[in-house]
């Protein structure tokens, strides 16, 4: 399970990677078609648009996935053993809760019903742009799993 988190870690890193590397290319050349050839691009904009939301939802999947998100940790520093295994579990399957069914199910939902509305400046299904709700869902649930696997691993140790 470890390597395949890792393997997820890395093929989200060099996809944030890429969506930034072309939001990049897409904002110079709308400066460059704006500026300079004073026609601006419509494409480049809702495009730059879409990658902004698409790199949202995959890097807060990463951090979530990573342990590297906000968290309020007044409760969880003053649980000791058991206690705090189980509330640390009780978060986890809440989580899962919450991206099975907004995340996968609702995201699956909306990504079919948009699949008929198209963008109007990239004549693109809208379910597209929405198809990345779906995925980080199943990402954030497989994380959740490998989360708690490893709290009930600590706790075996402990014991």
Same mark, same amino acid.
């Given at each position: 399970?470890?390597r395949l988190r890792n393997a997820i870690n890395k093929l989200v ?90 995340? =996968? ?31 980080c869902g199943v990402i954030t649930v497989f994380y959740c799993m490998?989360? =708690? ?11």
């Amino acid at each position: 399970m470890k390597r395949l988190r890792n393997a997820i870690n890395k093929l989200v890193e060099v996809f944030s990677v890429l969506l930034i590397a072309v939001m990049v290319l897409l904002v110079l050349w709308q400066v460059v078609a704006r500026y300079m050839l004073n026609s601006p691009s419509a494409f480049s904009e809702a495009l730059t648009r879409y990658l902004f939301v698409w790199l949202v939802l995959v890097t807060a999947t990463y951090a979530f996935g990573s342990r590297e998100h906000m968290y309020i940790s007044a409760l969880n520093d003053k649980l000791r053993g058991g206690v705090k295994t189980a509330v640390g579990i009780g978060i986890e399957a809440l989580t899962i809760l919450f991206a099975a069914c907004v995340m =996968i199910y609702g995201g699956s939902s909306i990504t079919a019903m948009q699949m008929v509305s198209l963008d109007s400046s990239l004549h693109i299904p809208m379910g597209i742009v929405y198809a990345i709700i779906p995925v980080c869902g199943v990402i954030t649930v497989f994380y959740c799993m490998c989360n =708690i696997a490893e709290e009930l691993g600590r706790r075996k140790e402990s014991a």
